[in-house]
């Protein structure tokens, strides 16, 4: 036993390097990633134009914190911009900070229209983060339990019900926001509708509320636009995301739009290393990648061979009871517990993941081939074969 904390149950290997979808444990053993890192490594491992510019930033300058102005900073804010049609943009060093941001972001636009106790609508089944007020946005009891007195000012809604948002609104004045993710990912790749976010961007209007969508796990072309709204037929006031946006290297953001533009001022928020350098250059790399390479249209296309072949064959298909979620965030539901596949995967050379307990997550690096996306299905549909 180490002397960390036992904060996760860790699977018994450790893998020393990475090259494209495939992780090597310290034994040499090869193991194809269909979770990358939990949607972080969207470039997969090892990917030539990352490495290259964290080593450039490195040879030159890590950190010089937010008191100075950073070049490689203004210039991801600039890049992000253009990607998501958003104005400005926040860094923070994790998906839960990019959501904090946007929580206070939220507050202090509504104590701007006069409102006392601003109040943010969040769904069943949400998931934003770790620290006091994400957990206390997040729509699950296990991650709530034992630290309370939770963060006050969210106010639940089940997902996809339109009628219940109209309710909170005709009963609830404080209201100044919502936020959700487009693809829930943690409660089991759940997605919200195209039809029920655009009636939320309604509600937003009507009640000069700002629609925050968390696209921590989906942005960063995964879904297979570079956000998940996009082609939704909306816009959002603010949006955040993590994850895939660094490759590895810890980096979060929270972008906002029109009059959640300049909410944020001057002494309001902060943090030390947020958007320092290094992780600007490799956040840099991966916009720059993800366009350049139309890793959106790769996840869609891959997606689709990754459904295929999981159907292929009738026996299998008939132990799946439903496959969501868009390009290459994908859950397999099986109907049942299934947890316990995480490791019968590790054992064939396969990294899986389950969320909500019965569904097989898949998050493969969005540069996976027709030739590796098969691999992933039949080693899945393989599992699921033998799952009885
Ligand atoms: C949708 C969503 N929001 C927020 C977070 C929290 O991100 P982090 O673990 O980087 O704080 C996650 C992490 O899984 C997530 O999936």
Known sequence: ???????????????????????????GRRYLDGISGIGVNGLGHGHPAVTAAIRDQADKLLHTSNLYRIEGQEELANALARV????????????????EAAIKLARLYGHGRGVKKP???????AFHGRTLA????????????????LVSGFIRAPRNDIEAVRQIANNNPDVVAFLAEPIQGESGVNPLTA????????LCDEHDWLLMLDEVQTGNGRTGTYFAYQ?????PDVVTTAKGLGNGVPIGACLSRGKAAGVLGAGQHGSTYGGNPLVCSAGLAVVNTVVGEELPANALAMGAVIRATLLEDPEVAAKITEIRGSGLMLGVELGRDCAGLVERALEEGLLINVAGGS???LLP????????????????????RNFN
């Open 1 to 27: 036993m180490s002397a960390l904390m036992q904060t996760y149950a860790r699977l018994p290997v450790t893998f020393s390097h990475g090259e494209g979808v495939y992780l090597f444990d310290t034994q």
């Open 119 to 125: 109040a943010i609508i969040v769904l069943e089944g």
């Open 365 to 384: 690096p969005l540069v996976i081939n027709e030739a590796e996306a098969r691999e992933l299905a039949r080693g899945v549909a393989e599992l699921i």
């Open 84 to 99: 998501s049609g958003m104005d400005t943009c926040f860094f923070g060093n994790s998906g839960a900070e990019a959501n």
């Open 134 to 149: 994400t957990l206390s946005a997040t729509g699950n009891r296990k991650i709530q339990a034992g630290f309370e007195p």
């Open 195 to 202: 039809e029920y976010l655009g009636a939320v961007r309604a």
């Open 231 to 235: 082609g939704m037929g909306f816009t």
């Open 359 to 361: 569904t097989i997550r």
